[in-house]
């Protein structure tokens, strides 16, 4: 049994010695260069592969240094890579998978995140939103106008705020049926703006302090021969408190929010003013105008003009 074992494993020795000195002539690249060259010096290479290997103490039979020369010419132990093609291709991405598949799963991961939040997170809520917003134009922002109108007609006292709601109304749900939300927008603002003006409740009262200006004239820039005369005013509501408009000036046409402006009078209503306040520095008839609730403008007690200034 020990030489059928011997026997089986004689070729197996002999192949590795072959395999070796085609290993020893690839590392004496000189060596078998020159003397393969030409195949009648086969004999000289052989005997100079015995002596290489009796001197690391190895007996090797010839007919192994000759099958390891004769493998070397014919390259039976070099290794030729495949030629390039998809297979090829697919055998290398499996060989070095532990490189690539982790960062490709990775990054699929990541993709699968952001797909997930675009689909199931993004495009719902962007969806929600237009829903929301075509609600509101359609349905929550004409029964607001609806709603305005409504208190601004229960409220005013005068027809022309109930006209003018009605227009702001009509012009608010056209635009909100074509689906310009600013315009419509600014239509309720609009109407919010007249619901609150009729509200409004104060008294119009010349400024009657001794250390500010009550009346003073200009000469108008575009007619020196003329004259204007103005009264210094302010807006007090019930509790006293000075309120704040918005003022053009008509000298520039410039528009300020102020709580003291000028108004233009008659030469007569100037001259009664400032000599009021020049008997005793102070004005008992200071009252110009009262605003009244469910009125949209000032009720004069006293001739105007109407012009306003807002610098002297």
């Not at 592969?49 to 020369?69: C, S, W």
């Not at 004239?217 to 103005?230: G, L, V």
Request: hydrophobic share 40%; charged share 25%; aromatic share 8%.
């Amino acid at each position: 049994m020990s030489d059928m074992s011997a026997t089986t494993s004689a070729p197996l020795d002999e192949v590795m010695l072959a395999m070796d000195v085609v290993d020893t002539l690839r590392h004496r690249q000189d060596l078998a260069t020159r003397e393969l060259d030409g195949a009648a010096r086969e004999s000289q290479l052989i005997e100079k592969l015995r002596e290489i290997y009796r001197q690391q103490g190895i007996d090797v039979p010839d007919h192994i240094l000759k099958e390891g020369v004769a493998a070397l010419a014919e390259s039976r132990f070099v290794y030729s890579p495949p030629p390039s093609g998809f297979g090829t291709t697919l055998a290398r991405l499996y060989v070095h998978r532990g490189r690539w598949l982790p960062k490709a799963i990775g990054a699929i991961a990541i993709l699968l995140l952001v797909l997930g939040g675009y689909f199931l997170g993004y495009q719902p809520y962007q969806a929600h939103q237009r829903e929301v917003a075509h609600l509101e134009l359609t349905e929550e922002l004409p029964a607001r106008l609806d709603e305005l109108y409504q208190t601004i007609f229960n409220e005013t006292k005068v027809q022309q705020a109930e006209v003018e709601a009605e227009d702001l109304r009509k012009r608010g749900k056209a635009y909100a049926a074509e689906g310009n939300r600013t315009q419509a927008e600014e239509m309720a603002n609009r109407m919010v703006a007249l619901r609150d003006q009729l509200r409004q409740e104060y008294t119009l009262k010349v400024v009657n302090r001794p250390d500010t200006l009550s009346v003073f004239w200009r000469f108008p820039e575009n007619n020196s021969a003329a004259t204007n005369y103005y009264i210094v005013v302010e807006a007090l509501d019930p509790n006293g408190k000075a309120l704040s408009f918005p003022i053009t000036n008509e000298e520039n046409g410039a528009t300020e929010t102020v709580n003291m402006w000028g108004l233009r009078v008659p030469e007569s209503v100037y001259r009664s003013v400032a000599d009021d306040k020049t008997d005793n520095g102070i004005i008992e008839r200071d009252t110009v105008g009262l605003k009244s609730d469910g009125f949209l403008d000032v009720e004069y007690t006293v001739p105007v003009l109407g012009g306003t200034v807002t610098q002297w």
